[in-house]
Nanobody, 120 residues
Framework: QVQLVESGGGLVQAGGSLRLSCAAS????????MGWFRQAPGKEREFVGA????????YYADSVKGRFTISRDNAKNTVYLQMNSLKPEDTAVYYC?????????????WGQGTQVTVSS
């Protein structure tokens, strides 16, 4: 029902910036909370941050707070993850996810992921 496609990943040096995009299908996009997650090799998937649907407030994991910013453009059905002051430990596959306002705490839809590599 909802398809998510991430883009914008790549290789960047420590201290640099990247902006990830997540394009979503579906006409109910504006009501969905959108989350970003990441998974590094050998580690579990971890929460990065999210933006709520109706309110539009954002919240972030402590590890990225102050460096990453989530925004959304409902007219384009797109959510963004602006990543600044990148660190090598930010290296991971980044995933976009969508959560229905009627759903539980888990996310209902996931993108394919985009690789972010931060070099020293």
């Amino acid at each position: 029902q909802v398809q998510l496609v991430e883009s914008g990943g790549g290789l960047v040096q420590a201290g640099g910036s990247l902006r990830l995009s997540c394009a979503a299908s579906g006409r109910a996009f504006s009501s969905y909370s959108m989350g970003w997650f990441r998974q590094a090799p050998g580690k579990e998937r971890e929460f990065v941050g999210a933006i709520r649907g109706s309110i539009g407030s954002t919240y972030y994991a402590d590890s990225v707070k102050g460096r990453f910013t989530i925004s959304r453009d409902n007219a384009k059905n797109t959510v963004y993850l602006q990543m600044n002051s990148l660190k090598p430990e930010d290296t991971a596959v980044y995933y976009c996810a969508a959560k229905s306002p009627a759903g539980g705490k888990g996310y209902d839809y996931w993108g394919q992921g985009t690789q972010v590599t931060v070099s020293s």
